[in-house]
């Protein structure tokens, strides 16, 4: 276990599920969703809820997401995990998860999401401002008073400051959104799918400069879930397995202002733990679903992560290696940009990656696709979760 | 095009954060310092960020820094329809410590990162005062 390398191959995710509509908008509570997706994911791994003896998810109406959502199922678990880092959340459950089952823990765990967002709008309910106002916390003291418009104004300060060091320009950022329409356009469960140009986004309004309109995830609804198992109960399953080959978090600041490098997030470090524990670099990657919540969120991960070296992110994106057909398939479902995003994606993520090395996604499939990565961000920037994923031939 | 500081969300009054507010009121701009480990930490806290000691000296700042990131805000944003477009930046202070604000005086499409600013007050209604920047020409 000390040699870096211990969650390598140990568990492996089993069965994925999720719900999203090109509407933005899908019925049921939030509890309900959850509910819906852990029986589709379960049905997915060939497993029932009888199997399950721990649960892990970071949202709930009252103060133990965990304990309530396993109440609310009538199970008892004996391993669960309520860590709520925003939407990084899902990649560090599985990493739990992972360790868990490889320790005899628990021995089959599901990961679970539901919000409504849009929904919520519509009715009046809900929304950042309203969270984000609660209470004498340091933001409302120390951020609030100036009128950063969050989530948004937190990422254009990031990218303000990458196009003062680096050179960074608005057309490098606007391809990213570019090549991850052109993955939305092959996936019918899209929100977003007529193809974008560069133009496009730099028409679109500006809601915090320099980030554009078209530089910001989605606000829809959607829900989804993964199973995990350990590696020998995996092979017996319905679908072939995903292995957690690596997994590794870094948070490093909870508000934007104690960021402590605007240009280098904590996947600089969860990125390399990672691959160390995986046995591979990045360069070995045939797909990656990094989260996209604003594009400079995946020009940082591509370069912490080591896709292209710190400062050549815009350089690395613009030459369109992130879309179709690109050396570096990156956010095959549409992202948060296009395809869902409600409040927090990093649950889409691990579950495009699984269905990705399943060979599952038909036309935006990447052929041959053995190792994956699923990358999650939380909070501002705050908490960076990587999650590299394998076939049964990346063993 | 700069605001009353009727629109603005108030600030609440933390107990790590009293004594600043408290300089305000004075307009004196104050950083919180360790004595025991010699450094200036922002935000405000009950102990030290860097040795968790509790022995902290409130000295007054230059108020003076660069503009180490900035965003500009356009009218009808998060701040209420009331406040035009406005730049909220991150400050480098010259002591070392980063904090954010908004840079106002200028047009705020011309607040870049790099800028010399100096803190200007702003009323806060209350008694106390915001810790704003302004280009330091």
């Avoid at chain 1, 950063?148 to 196009?163: I, N, Q, V």
């Avoid at chain 1, 919540?293 to 080591?306: M, P």
């Amino acid at each position: 276990m000390a040699d870096g390398r211990g969650l390598r191959g140990r568990a492996a995710i089993v069965g994925v599920a999720d719900e999203v509509s090109p509407t933005g908008m899908i019925d049921g509570s939030v509890r309900a969703l959850e509910a819906r997706m852990i029986k589709a994911a379960l049905a997915d791994a060939g497993l029932s809820l009888a199997d399950v003896n721990g649960v892990a998810c970071n949202n709930s109406p009252g103060w133990a997401p965990s304990l309530e959502l396993a109440e609310y199922l009538g199970i008892q678990p004996r391993w669960t995990d309520s860590t709520q880092t925003g939407g990084s959340s899902f990649e560090i459950h599985v990493e739990h998860a992972a360790a868990a089952i490889a320790l005899g823990l628990c021995e089959v765990a599901v990961v679970v999401y539901a919000a409504t967002p849009r929904s919520d709008h519509q009715r009046g309910t809900g929304g950042w401002r309203t969270r984000q106002t609660a209470g004498a916390t340091p933001a409302a003291e120390w951020e609030l008073p100036f009128g950063l418009r969050m989530p948004m104004g937190a990422y254009a300060l990031a990218a303000s400051r990458h196009m003062a060091r680096y050179g960074t320009t608005s057309e490098q950022l606007a391809q990213i959104a570019v090549s991850t329409r052109e993955w939305a356009a092959m996936n019918p469960a899209a929100r977003l799918r007529d193809p974008i140009t560069v133009e496009d986004v730099l028409a679109s309004p500006m809601p915090a400069s320099p980030l554009h309109k078209l530089d910001c995830c989605l606000v829809t609804d959607g829900a989804g879930a993964v199973v995990l198992t350990g590696a020998d109960r995996a092979r017996d399953l319905t679908r072939p397995p995903a292995y957690v080959l690596g997994a590794a978090t870094c948070h490093t600041h909870s508000m934007i202002s104690e960021m402590p490098d605007l240009c280098v997030t904590g996947a600089a470090v969860s990125g390399p733990a990672a691959f160390a524990m995986a046995g591979i670099g990045p360069g070995e990657v045939d797909v990656a679903q990094l989260y996209d919540s604003f594009t400079i969120t995946v020009l940082l991960a591509l370069e912490d992560l080591g896709f292209c070296a710190k400062g050549e992110g815009g350089a690395f994106a613009a030459e369109g290696v992130l879309g179709p057909g690109g050396a570096l398939p990156t956010n095959t479902s549409g992202g948060g940009l296009a395809y869902t995003h409600p409040g927090q994606f990093g649950i889409f993520l691990l579950v495009e990656a699984v269905r990705q090395l399943r060979g599952d996604c038909g036309p935006r499939q990447v052929e041959g696709a053995e190792v994956a990565v699923a990358h999650g961000s939380g909070g501002v920037l705050s908490a960076m979760a990587t999650v590299v994923l394998g076939t049964e031939a990346a063993l | 095009m700069t605001d009353d500081g009727t629109t603005r969300v108030q600030p609440p009054e933390s107990a790590a954060g009293a004594p600043f507010w408290a300089g305000t009121r004075e307009r004196r701009f104050t950083l919180p310092w360790c004595r025991a480990c010699g450094r200036p930490h922002w935000f405000p806290r009950e102990v030290c960020p860097h040795c968790l000691s509790d022995d902290l000296d409130w000295r007054e700042a230059s108020g003076r820094g660069a503009v180490h990131a900035v965003s500009v805000m356009p009218a009808g944003g998060a701040g209420g329809a009331a406040r035009g477009p406005y730049a909220v930046a991150l400050v480098d202070l010259e002591e070392g410590v980063r904090l954010m604000t908004e840079v106002i005086g200028c047009d705020p499409e011309t607040v870049a990162v790099g800028l010399p600013v100096r803190l200007v007050w702003q009323p806060l209604g209350d008694g106390r005062h915001l810790h704003l920047f302004e280009p330091d020409r």
